[in-house]
DNA sequence: TCATAGTTGTTAAATTTTTGACACATTGAC
DNA sequence: GTCAATGTGTCAAAAATTTAACAACTATGA
């Protein structure tokens, strides 16, 4: 069994991967960690320790190739099969997702909205279906899903990520301002709390005075 | 000169104010490091390291008086002042922050919204008004506003930044989906790259398999 | 009033994360 | 072909973070 890679290497990796991407479009062939590090305000060491966490990707004297280092890292970050979402909450929220085209291209497809609201119920999104929320199971037998977005009020997340677990959804990306309470532990969850990110932001606001 | 507070602590703070609040409305009164540990899947001793960095708001024997402490870390992290917010970028995901009201309990208020689509132009969520950007510079001398929030493509966001920083704004709260790189770096950003939470996400799924 | 159980603040130890250093491989100029 | 310059992978040191341990203090019930 291979060694367990830390959630702050995790973390970085799609920052690594993003500067990767915009090198590409830059016509940038190969770089060295230095240079790297000099572009994204962190230490060469750290980058050459986090990639080799992965393999060694590099080649002593000449550096990083950027396209095959982008392509490794996507597949690393599981970028290289289709993930389809669905998204719980058909509010401003849920229809961002829904319409953020940059998420495609990572592979991450938006395939269906649900919402408890029946006036949302008929709308597309880019071709997306709103659907009513009591229509999840039939939906989920038929299609393959991946991901379940929550962007719905917290008071009701719990019953409804234990509904989706139990219909076969793994993988959680929450929304609601609440830390889950899933029966089953093998979920995946990733929390998106923006009240904490703002007041994150607010106390960095008085530091700064 | 105080001693620095790493980021790790802060990035923690909100979850207790969360949690504290959640006992507050169950009608707890007081509770230890050790019913807060198990509550919060932390441990005790983190939390009384965690709350230390601030002052000893609790008490031997006793342990936190709930209501106090929440409202300790309320000061700490700047809820009991007012935050004004200027949205830029009026799509789905800049109205959703226009019309989240839990921001708005804690104390954020998003004052105005701004693209460059005339055709949102005029709209009001919830009554805060949609704007032309070009106004903007009006706007901010006439209005007192504490953060930006960047909900526009990343395109352009740099230089939207750096006008904004120019026009007095301190804080940056950044959606786009890049680094800002700006002049004037007492700017405080705090960074929501929802790519790279769902790449994380998609990475602990192949993990968990 | 006293003894016991409970609980913090704080110091020290353990662990994790980051940074530094360098042997050794590769490149590219001449 | 030679050699200086470049640059990785890796090991070790340093720094930061987390956990454990405990002395000192408080609440509570007999």
Redesign the pocket.
């Known amino acids: 069994m291979s060694k367990e890679i830390?959630?702050?290497?995790i973390r970085r990796m799609p920052r690594y991967y993003r500067y990767l991407g915009e090198l590409i479009d830059e016509g940038v062939e190969r770089?060295?960690?230095?240079?790297l590090s000099a572009r994204m305000k962190?230490?060469?060491?750290?980058i050459?320790?986090d990639?080799?966490n992965f393999g060694?990707?590099?080649?002593?004297?000449?550096?990083?190739n950027v396209k095959y280092l982008y392509e490794e890292i996507g597949k690393i970050m599981g970028l290289d099969e289709q993930h389809n979402i669905i998204v719980i909450g058909a509010g401003n929220l849920g229809q961002a997702i829904a319409n953020y085209m940059k998420f495609e291209k990572l592979g991450f497809v938006t395939v269906g909205l649900f919402d408890i609201d029946p006036a949302l119920c008929g709308k597309t999104i880019r071709g997306i279906p709103i659907m009513m929320l009591d229509t999840i199971e039939e939906f989920l037998s038929e299609h393959d899903v991946d991901i379940a977005a929550l962007t719905m009020p917290k008071s009701k997340a719990d019953a409804v990520a234990n509904q989706l677990v139990k219909l076969g959804v793994h993988a959680i990306w929450n929304f609601a301002h609440v830390d889950l309470d899933l029966l089953d532990e093998n979920v995946v969850v990733e929390n998106v709390h923006l009240s904490d990110s703002l007041m994150q932001l607010s106390y960095n606001i008085i530091k700064s005075k």
Chains 1, 2 share one sequence.
Not at 6 to 9: E, G, Y
């Open positions: 830390s959630q702050a290497v770089i060295s960690s230095n240079d962190v230490t060469a060491s750290q050459r320790q990639l080799n060694g990707f590099g080649q002593q004297g000449y550096g990083y």
